[in-house]
């Protein structure tokens, strides 16, 4: 399956970046160069030393925060799956079949701010390998009848995936806390605006020319590389490439006035679950807020926190507490997801969890647990940075914020600057009843109230 949904909870420490250049401690410890060609496409290339192998990364600015026409969601995740389709030079399965003989890893995943097209394989296939990444970006061809064929495959994907209550919550929530924002909609999109997609083969065209440009786009090249060769390459490759002229408003969120909340039936037998968010912060390489956020999310809610370690191990009412806060270009929702044991414990779960919340708006975290906290952070992200393809997926997430990979560097010296206050301060300010939103989940005519 080329599409990721992401459960960001479970990928948090993954995502956790280093100091500045200048800082005597690095944790980011590779030297990058970062090329813009005149189109706007732009190149980040990494040597490494592990040996005779590269990861390739293209890093669309595109997810499904674009799609702010009415009924034309989704769009995003379906261009990922229709990507694969052929193009002018290279029919359907050809891309497949030239991976398939080089021995090379190939995907793709979309989220709320990007889609990634991704490969790993040996370093002499690159050439190969960059060829037929560019021809599909630039001369991408699908006919009607296979625009429909990947449309039935999305829906029976979405089928699929709305088996899951996780799932299910994540849409419903998004819709509960987002009246205007398209983060309103989950990345897969809204199940009516699937089943129309057989009839927009001409907006999903529209859609592609909008945003697979070479200015929306950056190339991230990471392994057993010679930097020079490799940008030459690029512009023999993509050089022609033609830029876009397309501007685009995404709406902004008003302020929420009240405390919101849903509640699921769900169809089948399942334990229940409970879902409190908060409105927070957008990812930012300068303001606290954002920074002081993440921290608070390992420290309160992380498996190493006080409230799972009640819940979950003492107590044993819930089965697992997941905090999940991903960095995102335009504020977002703090969420923490728990499933639960017992349906009569789902309120005294959601009041643990609205409790910790509020716990931290008033008390000061301590010095020592914050810096912890810290540590396990630059711990597990250098432990990350363990392949090419660790490296490269990395500085995806990154470049796709800010298209630059010196924002891992910033966004580590703003954790490292984060005092006790500044959580404090950052939680008084997000974590209030207007901001909430609750959202359970229960086997039919067994509800939480």
């Known amino acids: 399956m080329k599409f990721i949904l992401f459960f960001s909870a479970l990928i948090f420490f993954a995502s956790m970046s280093a100091q500045t250049p200048a800082q005597a401690k690095k944790v980011f410890p590779y030297q990058y160069k970062t090329t813009d ?45 229709l990507m694969f389709r052929g193009s002018e030079n290279f029919p359907a399965g050809r891309f ?3 991976m398939k003989k080089a021995g090379a890893s190939s995907n793709a995943y979309t989220s709320d701010d990007r889609t990634v097209y991704h490969e ?3 370093k002499e296939d690159l050439d190969e390998v960059m060829r037929l990444e560019a021809d599909r970006f630039k001369n991408l061809k699908f006919s009607e009848e296979q625009y429909k064929t990947e449309a039935g495959a999305v829906l029976g994907e979405y089928n699929k995936n709305s088996a899951s209550p996780i799932f299910k919550m994540q849409e419903v929530l998004r819709e509960t806390a987002f009246k205007n924002h398209t983060y309103s909609h989950t990345t897969m999109g809204y199940l009516d605006d699937i089943k129309d997609y057989p009839n927009q083969y001409e ?48 709406p902004v969120e008003p302020m929420q006035k009240e405390a919101r909340k849903q509640h699921i039936e769900w169809a089948s037998q ?32 992380g498996e190493n926190s006080e409230l799972y370690q009640k819940l979950v191990l003492q107590e044993q009412k819930a089965v697992f507490i997941a905090p999940d806060y991903e960095n995102h270009v335009d504020p977002e929702l703090f969420t923490v997801y728990a499933q639960v044991k017992e349906l009569k414990d789902v309120n005294y779960v959601r009041d643990e969890i609205v409790r910790t919340f509020g716990r931290y708006a008033n008390e000061l975290i301590a010095q020592k647990q914050l810096d912890q906290t810290r540590s396990r952070m630059r711990y597990g992200f250098a432990m990350g940075m363990n392949s090419n393809d660790a490296i ?3 500085l995806a997430a ?3 914020l800010r298209r630059s990979p010196e924002t891992i560097d910033r ?28 959202v359970t989940l229960a086997t039919k005519n067994g509800g939480a109230k």
């Open 392 to 394: 490269a997926g990395t």
């Open 96 to 98: 497949d079949e030239v």
């Open 270 to 301: 399942t334990l229940p679950y409970v879902a409190v968010a908060y409105r927070a912060p957008a990812f930012s390489e300068t303001d606290k807020d954002k920074a002081a956020l993440d921290l608070l999310s390992a420290t309160a809610f």
């Open 411 to 438: 966004m580590f010296a703003l954790y490292d600057s984060i005092t006790p206050q500044d959580i404090r301060s950052a939680s008084e300010k997000h974590f209030v009843p207007n901001n909430q939103t609750v």
């Open 203 to 250: 907006y999903a065209w529209q859609f592609f020319r909008r945003f697979y440009r070479p200015e929306n786009t950056t190339l991230v090249i990471v392994g057993d590389i010679n930097e020079t060769e490799v940008l030459q390459k690029v512009k023999n490759y993509y050089g022609d490439w033609q830029a876009g002229d397309f501007k685009q408003q995404i």
């Open 120 to 122: 790993t394989f040996a």
């Open 398 to 400: 990154y470049i796709a």
């Open 37 to 81: 060609l005149p189109n706007g496409l732009r190149v980040v290339t990494v040597p490494t030393d592990y040996k005779n192998l590269v990861s390739f990364y293209t890093v669309v600015g595109a997810g499904s925060r674009n799609e702010v026409e009415p009924k034309k969601s989704g769009y995003a995740h379906f261009f990922e799956h």
